[in-house]
């Protein structure tokens, strides 16, 4: 770093904070820095960087350095959307505080907010690095200059090059399938909100028709069931009755499906086995894949907290996925079959 100050001709502490793109350098320093550090190969010692963090941590009022969770819009009737930010950010604030970092949640829906203005507040609240968390939907965006920060995305609603962290989709489903057939069901269908189909990139989808692909055959063979905004039971029903399926996967908490099943007639789960794929710990039963909410957010922290210390320009242009694996529990809603 002392290179870099000597041959730029400004002072180490500004090269410092130029190179972590803190408020109070001008954009003509910060970019003749960012110039000469290229030039003479500099990169962050990450054992010193390791070092800080240690005293950081045994002594953490001291210095905290700040990580910005950008929400969204809220959608109306989101009680489960909520839920999932409220474990993601707990998630998060913990391991942040491990690191010696502080969390602090920004709202990215300010009506009138351009992105550059939000920016630039983040820019003066000397923001280290920015945490964007599920979008409602893939139509959406998060009004904020994402380039000039270190940057994590948590799940696929972002469709901007960044890191992210995001579920197992396929596992999930080949997990959920597996569990059914153990159990004796051939017949097996999947039902999901086409919007959320969307935003983790039909992976489930995906999962679910390759699996009928390798495993089924023609006659046993579903289609899925995808269910645009506003469609309901009234779609429901016919692909219920076309297709008599024996278990089906879905998103329980989005869609009602036990409810539906129950105005047919059918019982759960003695003529149709019910597995979600966003098992809750909280609520109604059901047999399914659980996903870590708050381990997802952690992981976000640790992966926002290398790319902070490491200081490396190129790292928002890489789009590397982290993916956590999740984990099935059983439940009332899959029959077991008997001995």
């Excluded at 999962?207 to 905004?229: K, M, R, T, V």
Aim: glycine share 8%; aromatic share 6%; charged share 20%.
């Amino acid at each position: 770093m002392q290179d870099v100050a000597r041959e730029a001709g400004v002072h180490a502490a500004t090269v410092s904070r130029a190179l972590r793109n803190c408020a109070g350098v001008s954009a003509e320093v910060r970019s003749k820095v960012l110039q000469v550090a290229s030039k003479l190969g500099y990169r962050p010692n990450p054992l010193v960087s390791a070092l800080i963090r240690s005293r950081r941590n045994r002594n953490r009022e001291k210095y905290h350095a700040t990580l910005a969770f950008l929400l969204p819009q809220w959608p109306a009737a989101s009680q489960s959307y909520r839920e999932d930010y409220r474990q993601l950010i707990a998630g998060a604030t913990k391991r942040a505080g491990e690191y010696g970092y502080r969390l602090e949640e920004f709202s990215a829906a300010i009506q009138g907010m351009s992105p550059h203005r939000l920016s630039e507040i983040l820019a003066a609240r000397n923001i280290a690095g920015l945490i964007l968390p599920p979008l409602h939907s893939v139509q959406e965006t998060v009004a904020v200059e994402w380039t000039r920060f270190p940057t994590m995305a948590v799940g696929y609603s972002h469709r901007i090059p960044v890191s992210r962290v995001v579920h197992n989709h396929a596992l999930a489903v080949h997990v959920a399938l597996a569990k059914c057939r153990r159990q004796g069901c051939g017949r097996i269908g999947i039902v999901l909100p086409r919007r959320v189909s969307e935003k983790v990139e039909n992976r489930w989808l995906s999962a679910y028709l390759i699996d009928q692909f390798q495993h089924q055959d023609s006659a046993s063979a579903l289609p899925p069931l995808l269910l645009g905004e506003g469609e309901d039971e009234a779609t429901f029903a016919p692909w219920l009755a076309k297709n008599r399926p024996d278990a089906i996967l879905g998103l329980q908490h989005l869609t009602p499906i036990r409810r539906w099943l129950k105005s047919t007639g059918r019982r759960v789960p003695q003529d149709v086995s019910l597995v979600t794929l966003d098992y809750k710990e909280e609520g109604p039963k059901f047999a399914g894949v659980y996903h870590d909410h708050p381990l997802l957010g952690a992981v976000a922290v640790e992966q926002l907290v290398g790319m902070v210390e490491h200081n490396d320009p190129a790292t928002n242009s890489r789009g590397a996925s982290i993916v956590i694996d999740g984990v099935w529990r059983d439940g009332p809603t899959l029959k077991i079959r008997g001995p």
